[in-house]
């Protein structure tokens, strides 16, 4: 359940990453099409996807070491699991204000598909998302002092690296019409290493959230990482269907919601059950799949 929760929250969370992977191909040769498609996948899932979140609990626990964070799910070693649970809030709490304010980002300022009749209205007042994420995160970082000043700053990274990884997104995108109009002259080398860097910031959101439903950096791995194979098969043939599922972003994010609560929530030692995140997410994007599903379906009547 877990691997799959993983597998379809990285799928939908990276279907605007497969857009622009599909539109920026198409520019492209077919041979640097068929070498980003097949060699691509392995730097999409073990180079980012693989050590990105093993990097991220090696930073987190550099006492147990590299192969002691590759393996600490697995380990029998009692110093390994203190390490890692004594580190988990700090690590749960940086990435779940990254979440919650990539959420807030999206319902505030992002245009989109109004799945919910409240979007039109956050919508409306975007410029607030300024004014409610730093109250939320004055109010974090005010919780966290009480608790462990560590905690506090894990909250303010996670703040930075939100707006970090949003700037990039933003130059991706103006650079994705740069590369689609005609008078872009980069070669397919280049195109290919601006779809890897893309594909890595894109993949930041998934990595962090995926920390919601485990700590094993191996299952992180797996489900991320036939994640990443979905998404660049979608990639390849079938994105002017995905596009057709008007609610699946929506649904992406609604999770990304949850998860980052749930993310916050451990952070401040709140026990969540185990099965909740996967449970949920797949819940979550059903019920958007459906809705997607719906209104295709009186569009082509």
Known sequence: ???????????????????????VLATMSAK????FLIYGILIAVFLVRGLLPWGIVWVTNPDIGPIGALLASFSNDPHIHESIEASAPILMLGGGVFLLFLFLH????????????????????GAWFFAVASII???????????????????????????ISDGFKRNA???????????SNMSDI????????IDTTFSIDGVLGAFAFTMSIPLIILGNGLGAIVIRQLT?????????YVYLKNGAMYSILCLSLVM????????????????????????????SLSHAKKNAI
């Not at 280049?190 to 860097?197: G, P, R």
């Not at 390849?236 to 057709?244: A, L, S, T, Y």
């Not at 929530?265 to 809705?291: C, D, N, Q, R």
């Open 236 to 244: 390849i043939g079938n994105i002017d269907r995905i596009k057709n």
């Open 264 to 291: 916050i929530f451990e952070g401040f030692h709140v026990e969540v059950p185990t099965m909740l995140s996967p449970v949920v997410t797949i819940a979550i994007i059903a019920y958007f799949l459906l809705k």
């Open 1 to 23: 359940m877990i691997v799959l929760g993983l597998c379809i929250f990285e799928v939908v969370s990276g279907i605007d990453n497969a857009v622009i992977n599909a539109e």
């Open 190 to 197: 280049s195109k290919i290493m601006y779809l890897e860097i």
């Open 32 to 35: 640097a099409r068929r070498w």
């Open 137 to 163: 995160l004055v109010v974090i970082v005010t919780m966290a002092l009480k608790t462990n000043p560590i905690l506090a700053l894990s909250a303010v990274i996670g703040s930075s690296a939100f707006f």
């Open 106 to 125: 999206w319902l505030f300022m992002e245009e989109k598909s109004f799945g919910l009749h409240s979007e039109k209205l956050f919508l409306k007042y």
């Open 173 to 183: 995108k103006e650079n994705e019409q740069r590369l689609l109009s005609n008078s």
